[in-house]
Every structure is written in C-alpha cells, then in structure tokens.
C-alpha cells in the first residue's frame, strides 16, 4: 500500500516547462507491514495484597475491502484476559463508518465489606455488537450502537457459599471522544474528553431499565518547556435508577484514589477529580523511550448510591511517570488523610 511515510524510493524523472526537475515516486509495499502488530503490557500493583499483570498484542490489518477499512484484533492474557475483534469499515467517501464486534473477557473484579476485602471475583463476558458513526478526524469520533453480552460473576478467592450471578445483557450506547492533546500517554497540552450514555434494556440484578452517564475529561497547561499542570475530573450517574451488577460504577486503585484497593468503592454514582504538576527530569535512549517526568497530584472522589450519603474519600500522591516503548510506567506512594496508604505501580494509560 502506498501512503504518507510508505515511499522507499525518491528520483528525478525530467523537466517542467519551467525547467524544475520532475519528482518520479516509485511506491514499494513494505515488507513489515501491513499487518501491524502492537504489543502490550498491563500492569496494576497494590502491593501483594492486588497486584495484577497481562500481555498481549493488537493485530491491525489495514484497507480490508476498501480504502480506510481496519480489522483491529486483541489478544491479552495473565491476571486479565481479553479476545476482541473489530471491523471499522467506513461509508464510501463519507466521514460515516460501520464497525462491527465480538469479545471474550475475563476480568478480577474485588468485593468488600466495609473496608474489609472478603472476595475477589472472576467477571466473564463474551458477547458483540454493532456501531454506527462518524468520523470527524484526527480529533473527535462519534458513535451510536447495540451491545450484548453474556456476563457471569463467580467468586474465584474467598469464603464459600458467596453467591454467582449470570445472564445476559442488552444495551444501546452512545460514544462521543474528543482527544485534543498532544500524545496518547503523557500529554504536555490539550484536553481529552470521553462520554458514554446508556439504555440498560436488561441485566442480571436489573429490576427495570436504567439509563447512564459517565464523563471523564484531563486537562494539560504547560507552564515551562518541561512542567505542566494537569487536571482531571469525572462523573458518572445511573440517573434515578439502581445499577446492576455489571453497570455499577468504582473507584480506588492507580489514578482513582491511589491509597485504597480497586473497586473499594461502588455505587449507582461516582464523582471524582485530581489535580496536579508533572515535571521532565530526564531523557531515555531513543531505542528505550522517551521522557521520565517525576509529579505531584491529589485526588478526591466518592461512589455512592444516596446523594444525601456522599463520604468524599482524598488521596496525596507523589510518583514518577516514565515513557517507554513498552507504555507510560508510573510508581507512585499515595497517602490518605485518614491514614491509609499504599505504593501504586502500573503500566498502560493513565490519563
């Protein structure tokens, strides 16, 4: 395939009328791709107490069938394992696509009494669906679609006799992404935002349909060629609904209150936000990466389900973030006022 950064070979070929020489482009498909392969490390870390590691690869072939058209495959195994595919296709010359889907997942999921954890759960999906929508660059995507999976939540550590939950889930979605900033793993500038609203139609747990919102949005201003601040806030809202099972939202964990355990806190709402400085003290070899930044943040933040019963949890955070080629690595000590604290290590997004 010929395209923008595919050109193997450049040469004259003659004059212009106007006596400038004539660039002859002779394209040659490399032999490396496409099909491209991206490979994957997550890592989220806790302590011994939740420390969780995968890899895997994403397989992209490019222009299947037409021009544009991607046929994306992901493949991750260890602590959480994933198989999905998906065929983005777009609409002749338009800016509208099709996009198709399947997924297998299998995710650990922590349960709670109080501040006690009592279980870890295997969360299990395995469904598809099918989105309509519109491209609008670079920038933004737009996307409307029907999701159905079935789902199993079964106790894989803890004390017997804690119940399974299963069946089946249908939902319509809606996606709007807007990425304005500068690098998909440690921006400098820009915002980013993500909403995603839902019709819940059915769902184990679910006694009617619900419907729901969630909105996350990071904000980077740089302050100097190597410092900026950042901020990011979320929020999610069942509106006047309970959540099911699989629709319930949580906080703790990595960049979501950093000094508690992931999914410590669920509920039919979440709000959360930090705010926070990230400055480049030093520079890796091309081969390994790029920046090290060492940074700053607190985090607030809440899930509940009676907006008269809002407990907001803080977390001080001080880390180190890396970019590697492997992804950002960040290694962070979180404190709360209250007391609680944990050493934070993971790799993938973070933002």
């Not at 400098?188 to 909105?215: F, K, T």
Request: no cysteine; hydrophobic share 40%.
């Amino acid at each position: 395939m010929a395209g923008e950064g595919q050109f193997d070979r450049l040469g004259y070929e003659g004059f212009t009328q106007e006596g400038v020489p004539a660039l002859r482009v002779t394209a040659h498909e490399k032999s490396y791709g496409p099909p491209f392969v991206d490979l994957a490390v997550n890592v989220d870390g806790s302590g011994v107490a939740a420390f969780d590691f995968s890899a895997g690869a994403r397989i992209t072939f490019m222009d299947v069938e037409h021009h544009g058209g991607e046929w994306r495959n992901d493949l991750l195994l260890g602590s959480s394992n994933l198989a999905a595919t998906e065929f983005y296709q777009p609409l002749g010359n338009t800016h509208l696509f099709v996009a198709p889907y399947a997924f297998a997942s299998k995710l650990p999921r922590n349960a709670f009494a109080g501040q006690t954890r009592i279980a870890v759960f295997g969360d299990e999906r395995a469904g598809g669906g099918l989105d309509i929508g519109y491209n609008g660059g670079r920038r933004s995507e737009f996307r409307f679609g029907y999701e159905i999976f079935s789902g199993k939540l079964a106790p894989l550590i803890g004390s017997a006799g804690l119940p399974s939950i299963s069946g089946s889930t249908g939902e319509f979605r809606v996606r709007y992404v807007w990425d304005g900033q500068d690098s998909p793993t440690i921006p400098s500038r820009g915002i980013r935002i993500v909403a995603n609203l839902s019709r819940v139609l059915q769902s184990p747990g679910l006694a009617h349909p619900v419907g729901q919102l969630d909105v996350q949005t990071s904000t980077f201003i740089p302050t100097g060629p190597k410092t900026s601040l950042f901020f990011v806030a979320s929020g999610g809202t069942t509106f006047r609904g309970n959540a099911g099972p699989f629709q319930q939202f949580a906080l703790g964990g990595a960049f979501r209150l950093g000094a508690y355990l992931p999914q410590e806190f669920i509920g039919n709402h979440y709000a959360y936000s930090s705010l926070g400085f990230r400055r480049e003290f030093y520079r890796l070899p091309p081969l390994v990466g790029g920046r090290i930044y060492w940074g700053g943040w607190y985090e607030a933040g809440s899930a509940f389900d009676d907006p008269g019963s809002v407990v907001v949890r803080g977390t001080f955070n001080l880390g180190v973030i890396a970019d590697t080629f492997v992804g950002p690595i960040a290694l962070a000590t979180s404190v709360s006022p209250t007391g609680q604290s944990r050493v934070n290590f993971s790799i993938g997004r973070l933002f």
